[in-house]
């Protein structure tokens, strides 16, 4: 990947793809400095003993970092769903940054095709469209097609987005360091570790093509759940070929009968929550585009499962854990909750710290502790999930923290709350105590080390240390 330092420009791109570098490496100088500015006002407030305008500060902070790429976006994502780990404002406002990254030209596109196949790269494809199909945060996908017919989906990944991520990871100390400052119920030291290696991985698309492979052992022989294929002699770390999967985007199935509703939240329940059970892996990135449905006879019948950027595996005991948990809260157990929080690595746990988790933990786990019919959120009135439950925790962690959140939950919690956005969007109604226990069901620790082990080998993905 072509790289720039300083004024020297690099000789594989146009002069206009120099300059276009040049400002990015600046404009990442002038949102650093901004950023530095924000810190540095709250930092002399606290100081002082002035009151804080929380809002007014989460604002400027949004501003300085508008210029940056994705990354921050998906960050701001994870960390709102997290109670604590950013004050409201400052969720609020970062939630609502967009990706600042312009889609490649076919120029571009050429030269960047060129840079990971060769020259000659437009003669291993049938057909390829120069046009982007899709864009993301890190990439764009364009549609091509195989000398034996197949549709292909090629993931190109953007210039210079090592720099991109590294420079929105730097910002984020400074967004972690300004809330240190002012009382937080979470330390987020952990959280920014596992942020860090999360988005590192997602620029590896070799590990990317090793984790759909995985993903794709696992759904075989399954009905409900299809992977796309790689195709490796047209990938590389910064080039993913995938076969291409026809559906439809999920929203378009809102107004759908509530049959075809509950059979697609049916086939996403189980595209996240058998991977974890029986193999120690989630999807941790369960945004809507992730997904379309393809249909048989004219209805949903499935889930395509797309983008494997962003997996987390798990330690098998961490696993155990989410299943002691759930039995701990059912059973009414407080010893076996206490037991899993610290088979997690939470630590220095008092009576009070694990009363507020367990708030938080009653949530999300809510609709499969209730052996009934309903939606995620039940009777609670839109815009109020989890907002009872988190003004809990945060006065709790406010006063008795605050709680180190281990590495292991971080993207746990994200992918939770993420996947029950989309069953509220789907308005599914379910049974989701059953579906769940039919999950766990004969659950054994050392079976799920000896599948993960196999699976894991077989797709070359490394185990967790």
């Known amino acids: 990947m072509p790289v720039l330092s300083g004024d020297r420009k690099d000789p594989t791109l146009s002069d206009n793809e120099n300059n276009r570098f040049s400002a990015r490496a600046a404009r990442y100088m002038k949102v650093g400095t901004n950023v530095g500015s924000v810190a540095a006002k709250v930092a002399g407030q606290r100081l002082f003993g002035l009151e804080s305008d929380n809002a007014r500060n989460a604002a400027a902070l949004a501003a300085a970092l508008g210029g940056l790429k994705g990354p921050m976006m998906k960050v701001a994502q994870l960390l709102s769903t997290i109670p604590e780990a950013l004050p409201k404002e400052y969720a609020r406002e970062l939630s609502q940054l967009q990706s600042q990254a312009p889609a490649m030209g076919p120029a571009f ?29 890190l990439g764009q996908v364009h549609r091509a097609t195989a000398h034996d017919g197949r549709r292909l989906a ?123 059970s029986h193999f120690g892996v989630i999807h941790g990135d369960p945004h809507l585009g992730n997904y379309t449905v393809f249909e048989e006879g004219g209805k949903a019948a499935g889930i395509n499962l797309l983008d494997y950027g962003c997996i987390r595996t798990f330690p098998v005991k961490f696993v155990q854990g989410v299943v002691d948990l759930y039995n701990g809260l059912l059973t009414n157990n407080r010893d076996l909750v206490v037991h899993a929080y610290q088979s997690w690595g939470f630590k220095g746990l008092t009576s009070e710290l694990i009363d507020a988790m367990s708030i938080w933990a009653k949530f999300i786990y809510g609709p499969l502790l209730d052996d009934r019919v309903r939606t995620v959120a039940d009777a609670t009135p839109p815009g109020e999930y989890g907002r009872a439950e988190a003004f809990a925790v945060h006065k709790i962690l406010r006063e008795k923290g605050p709680v180190t959140v281990p590495r292991e939950f971080v993207f746990m919690d994200r992918a939770a709350i993420g996947l029950g956005g989309v069953f509220l969007h789907l308005d599914a109604r379910l049974n989701w105590h059953n579906l769940f226990n039919e999950t766990i069901e004969g659950f054994q620790l050392d079976e799920v080390a000896k599948r993960q082990q196999i699976a894991f080998d077989r797709a070359g993905v490394p185990l967790p240390t």
Request: proline residues 6%; aromatic residues 10%.
């Open 109 to 137: 596109v050429k030269r960047r095709m060129i840079a990971e196949l060769g020259p000659d790269w437009q003669s291993r494809f049938a057909s390829f469209e120069p046009q982007a199909a899709a864009s993301a945060s």
């Open 154 to 276: 090629c993931k190109l990944q953007y210039p210079d987005m090592q720099s991109a991520v590294e420079a929105d990871l730097s910002q984020l100390k400074v967004v972690f360091g300004i809330h240190a400052r002012m009382d937080p119920g979470v330390d987020t030291t952990e959280m920014l570790t596992e942020i860090a290696a999360r988005l590192r991985e997602e620029l590896d698309y070799d590990l990317e093509a090793r984790h759909t492979r995985l993903y794709g052992a696992i759904f075989e022989a399954d009905a409900l759940v299809r992977v796309p294929g790689v195709i490796p002699e047209l990938s590389t770390k910064r080039l993913l070929t995938l076969t291409w999967l026809d559906g439809k985007k999920l929203l378009d199935y809102k107004p759908a009968p509530l049959e075809d509703r509950n059979d697609i939240a049916r086939a996403m329940f189980r595209a996240w929550w058998y991977p974890f």
